[in-house]
């Protein structure tokens, strides 16, 4: 998922024109964007709209953000869009891997009372926004076969910390900082695609095209997005561009030319299996995105 995009669910307006955003996928928002009293209304638009929306060819992933686990609105929430069938769904400050632990029970309960066990919707955390997860962040590793990615997200965590800003200039400030880099770690060690937050200033595109640029070269996979003129540009910049792709495939037709070796050379360079892992994870990015065919390019002669 390259493209992340928040719908505040009570919206019929928005989510009307969220199909034809671009997005690789929607995430319902029954959560910050939704005030209390409107919560019930915004379950019964999300579960109408994800019914309607699996129908569509070529639709984006849909997605749900609940309410926290803690929260008196989550079980509702559960209980609203499960029957629809979502993708997945978005949880926010969990506090450690025990709580995306027991998400994953109560989604695998709702799943069953609705027939639905065979279609197990994947789990996307948001693993930074209490201190509290920060400090166990290890903790997610392994702790839930649904879980598929995780985020991280700054203005919760700085609510609490009592942090007048998590920006310094044009860049984050060092806690936040910290917390980013925590989060990108974590997803590798889980094998999780790491999903860059929101960039909130949407009508600066060169902000988000540089903060974009950044996290795509650190190694995240994709970002959110709260805004619709957004995601062309994190599509565009999350996409493996012709030259990564070439030099990918070289790097993959290098060693499928001396299989067995564990290094292999490239225009004078030695090669090992993290070159390889790399130039792979490029391909499957490309593939993903639809940069790339299905059919791989055969190897060359000579």
């Known amino acids: ?156 965590l700085s609510a609490v910390v009592g942090s007048l800003s998590s920006r310094r200039g044009r860049g984050l400030s060092s806690p936040y900082r910290l917390v980013r880099d925590l989060c990108l770690l974590t997803a590798a060690a889980a094998d999780v695609e790491p999903i860059d937050t929101v960039f909130v200033d949407f009508r600066d595109e060169a902000g988000l095209r540089r903060e974009c640029e950044e996290a795509a070269q650190d190694g995240f996979t994709g970002k959110m997005a709260i805004h619709p003129d957004q995601v062309a540009v994190i599509n565009e910049m999350f996409t493996p561009s012709d030259i990564e792709i070439q030099h990918a495939n070289t790097i993959v037709r290098a060693f499928a030319e001396n299989p067995g070796a564990g290094v292999a050379s490239l225009n004078g360079k030695m090669l090992d299996q993290p070159h390889l892992k790399l130039a792979q994870k490029v391909l499957a990015r490309a593939l993903a995105s639809g940069a790339l065919p299905a059919t791989p390019p055969p190897p060359t002669q000579g």
């Not at 009293?37 to 994800?50: D, G, N, Q, T, Y």
């Open 1 to 156: 998922m390259r493209s992340l995009l928040f719908v505040p669910a009570d919206s019929e307006r928005k989510l009307s024109k969220a199909l034809s955003a671009g997005a690789d996928a929607l995430i319902l928002d029954l959560e910050d964007s939704v005030a209390a009293e409107h919560r019930p209304r915004a379950r019964a638009l999300a579960a109408e709209f994800i019914t309607g929306a699996r129908q569509a060819n070529d639709r984006p992933l849909l997605y749900v953000r609940v309410n926290p686990l803690d929260s008196a609105d989550v079980e509702a929430d559960i209980a609203g869009v499960i029957p629809a069938g979502p993708d997945g769904i978005v949880q926010p400050k969990p506090n450690s891997g025990q709580d995306v632990h027991r998400l994953s029970i109560a989604l695998g309960h709702a799943e069953e009372r609705a027939g639905r066990r065979d279609f197990p919707a994947r789990i996307l955390a948001i693993v930074t926004e209490t201190p509290a997860s920060v400090l166990q962040l290890s903790t997610y590793i392994g702790s839930s076969s649904r879980m598929i990615g995780m985020s991280w997200g700054a203005e919760d």
